[in-house]
Each structure stands twice: as structure tokens, then as C-alpha cells.
């Protein structure tokens, strides 16, 4: 598979199950590997709050889905930052979901999402594409978004009543 292989279509209210799917498969294979600090290890489709958050992401205009024929091999969502992240000092597009297939790991889908979303940037006049992540265990998730040409920027943690504070980092890249 080529990254030419892979269209990327807007995604829509009845994706929202789609991208649980694509959730449920990245935490299961996170956490067969013991790297439960991201998602932890129960599926986004058992969580109210997870389930909420897709259905938002999938009615919210900001959605865009790889496809690999008719399947969805990545999603990827687009918005305002997050209000746990230090704000923007400049307009920009936020990431605020990238996840992938992971039995196809090693395509480049994440990669191309990415490249999608660049253009999306570009296309509504922005210089600014920024994205948080996981930061915690060896940080091989932010060395993906660094190979990606994104620049480390802020470290920051979200404080989770009655769980362990989650570990992030913010990274961007200039347009």
C-alpha cells in the first residue's frame, strides 16, 4: 500500500462507531505491549465519556477518515485546541485526534492524516498546525509526531480525580 492508495474522505455522524473501532484496536494493542499510560486498557466503546467524545468528533465538521477501500484505516480530527494546552499565540489548526489501524502499521497512514491536515491549515490561511500527545513512558509517540516535522514545544499534565495524572506534550509545526 502506498500513501496514493489511501483517500481520505470527511467523516460524518455515522462515523462516530468507526472511530471507537479504530480506539478499541489502537488501546488493545497498546496495552498488549504494557503501555496502558495513554488510553489505559478498557475499550473507548465501553466508556460513556469516550462514546460522548466520538460522537462529537464525528458530528462537529472536523472529522476526516482514511480509507484503504471501504475500510477506515485512520481518523483524524481537526479543531480548536484543547483546554488543557497552553493557548496558541497565533491562529492555527489543532489536532485533536489522530489514531490509526495498527494492522497497518508502517503505511504512513498517520503520516498522510498528518499531511492532510496540513493542507487543511494551508487551505484556511493558517501558518500554525499543533497537536498534544502522550508524553509519558519512553515518548515514542512524540518522536513520531518529531519525525513528522513537528517541534516539541509545551510539556503538560492533566490532573484526573481518583486516576494517575496523565503526562502530555504539545508539538507543532510551522506552515
Same mark, same amino acid.
Given at each position: 500500500?502506498? *500513501?496514493?492508495?489511501? &483517500?481520505?474522505?470527511?467523516? +460524518?455522524?455515522?462515523?462516530?462507531?468507526?472511530?471507537?473501532?479504530?480506539?478499541?484496536?489502537?488501546?488493545?494493542?497498546?496495552?498488549?505491549? $504494557?503501555?496502558?499510560?495513554?488510553?489505559?486498557?478498557?475499550?473507548?466503546?465501553?466508556?460513556?465519556?469516550?462514546?460522548?467524545?466520538?460522537?462529537?468528533?464525528?458530528? +462537529?465538521? +472536523?472529522? =476526516?477518515?482514511?480509507?484503504?477501500?471501504?475500510?477506515? @484505516?485512520?481518523?483524524? !480530527? @481537526? $479543531?480548536?485546541?484543547?483546554? =488543557? !494546552?497552553?493557548?496558541?499565540?497565533?491562529?492555527?489548526? #489543532?489536532?485533536?485526534?489522530?489514531?490509526?489501524?495498527?494492522? #497497518?502499521?508502517?503505511?504512513?497512514?498517520?503520516?498522510?492524516?498528518?499531511? #492532510?491536515?496540513?493542507?487543511?491549515?494551508?487551505?484556511?490561511?493558517?501558518?500554525?498546525?499543533? @497537536? *498534544?500527545? =502522550?508524553?509519558?513512558?519512553?515518548?515514542?509517540?512524540?518522536?513520531? =509526531?518529531? +519525525?513528522? $516535522?513537528?517541534?516539541?514545544?509545551?510539556?503538560?499534565? !492533566?490532573?484526573?480525580?481518583?486516576?494517575?495524572?496523565?503526562?502530555?506534550? !504539545?508539538?507543532?509545526?510551522? &506552515?
Amino acid at each position: 500500500m502506498t *500513501d496514493q492508495s489511501t &483517500l481520505i474522505r470527511p467523516g +460524518g455522524p455515522e462515523d462516530a462507531a468507526t472511530v471507537l473501532r479504530l480506539l478499541d484496536t489502537a488501546t488493545a494493542w497498546l496495552a498488549e505491549r $504494557g503501555r496502558t499510560g495513554q488510553w489505559g486498557t478498557e475499550p473507548a466503546s465501553a466508556d460513556p465519556r469516550r462514546i460522548a467524545q466520538a460522537d462529537a468528533w464525528a458530528t +462537529g465538521g +472536523g472529522l =476526516y477518515l482514511a480509507m484503504l477501500g471501504d475500510l477506515a @484505516v485512520g481518523a483524524l !480530527v @481537526v $479543531g480548536a485546541a484543547t483546554d =488543557y !494546552v497552553p493557548p496558541a499565540t497565533e491562529p492555527e489548526l #489543532y489536532v485533536n485526534l489522530l489514531v490509526t489501524d495498527r494492522a #497497518y502499521a508502517g503505511h504512513r497512514i498517520g503520516a498522510r492524516l498528518l499531511g #492532510y491536515a496540513e493542507e487543511l491549515a494551508r487551505d484556511r490561511g493558517l501558518g500554525l498546525l499543533r @497537536v *498534544d500527545c =502522550y508524553g509519558g513512558d519512553d515518548r515514542a509517540l512524540v518522536r513520531f =509526531y518529531e +519525525g513528522c $516535522g513537528f517541534t516539541v514545544t509545551d510539556p503538560f499534565t !492533566v490532573q484526573r480525580p481518583g486516576r494517575d495524572p496523565w503526562p502530555g506534550q !504539545v508539538l507543532e509545526r510551522r &506552515l
